[in-house]
T-cell receptor, first 112, second 113 residues
Framework: GQNIDQPTEMTATEGAIVQINCTYQ??????LFWYQQHAGEAPTFLSY????GLEEKGRFSSFLSRSKGYSYLLLKELQMKDSASYLC?????????????FGAGTRLAVHP | ETGVTQTPRHLVMGMTNKKSLKCEQH?????MYWYKQSAKKPLELMFV???????ENNSVPSRFSPECPNSSHLFLHLHTLQPEDSALYLC????????????FGPGTRLLVL
């Protein structure tokens, strides 16, 4: 079966660093995605990892270990606008196409 | 970001009503998706279309009926819904079924009374 786990909620302080973890079990792995979703808005694409290691993009970095079924999203220099839900999604080839399976999301609250 | 638009943004309907949700993508993509997002639950894939052909119907009840007249437009026709169908319905598109990155619209917040 397919399963994705991430913490439900996290809090952090403005200016700090926060790491959001995601563990997964899936067949036909074809990449891991992180999306950001502000309340009432569309999920927006943040990062994509298909090989092991760290991908850095500005204040956001994403890490993948395929052997451990583990990823994390690292947010540096937190800003109030980073308060949002962060969705971990695993891509897998199933039924003839690449399908995204989403975790329930981690709601991050950044406070002053 | 206006690559994928959805209308209406909010919808309240009774269980005997018929309504339609509309999605339009301006990205030149060939694949489109409908997802359901309920509170504190993962996004659930409902339907997948590639080049106007339905690829996936993910065990969705027949009271939800998708339509894809062309690669830029996707509809979700609703009839005789149940209160448990109240959720955020998200449309997404990708360059193709082989292209993993999906781009989402803002969603339609649906309330069934």
């Amino acid at each position: 079966g397919q399963n994705i786990d991430q913490p439900t909620e996290m809090t952090a302080t403005e200016g700090a660093i926060v790491q959001i973890n995601c563990t997964y079990q899936t067949s036909g792995f074809n990449g891991l995605f992180w999306y950001q979703q502000h309340a009432g808005e569309a999920p927006t694409f943040l990062s994509y990892n298909v090989l092991d290691g760290l991908e850095e993009k500005g204040r956001f970095s994403s890490f993948l270990s395929r052997s451990k079924g583990y990823s994390y999203l690292l947010l540096k220099e937190l800003q109030m606008k980073d308060s949002a839900s962060y969705l971990c999604a695993v891509g897998g080839f199933s039924g003839g196409y690449n399908k995204l399976i989403f975790g329930a999301g981690t709601r991050l609250a950044v406070h002053p | 970001e206006t690559g994928v638009t959805q209308t209406p943004r909010h919808l309240v309907m009774g269980m005997t009503n018929k309504k339609s949700l509309k999605c339009e993508q301006h990205l030149g993509h060939n694949a489109m998706y409908w997802y359901k997002q309920s509170a504190k639950k993962p996004l659930e894939l409902m339907f997948v279309y590639s080049l106007e052909e339905r690829v996936e119907n993910n065990s969705v009840p027949s009271r939800f009926s998708p339509e894809c007249p062309n690669s830029s437009h996707l509809f979700l026709h609703l009839h005789t819904l149940q209160p448990e169908d109240s959720a955020l319905y998200l449309c997404a598109s990708s360059q193709s079924l082989d292209q993993e990155t999906q781009y989402f619209g803002p969603g339609t917040r649906l309330l069934v009374l």
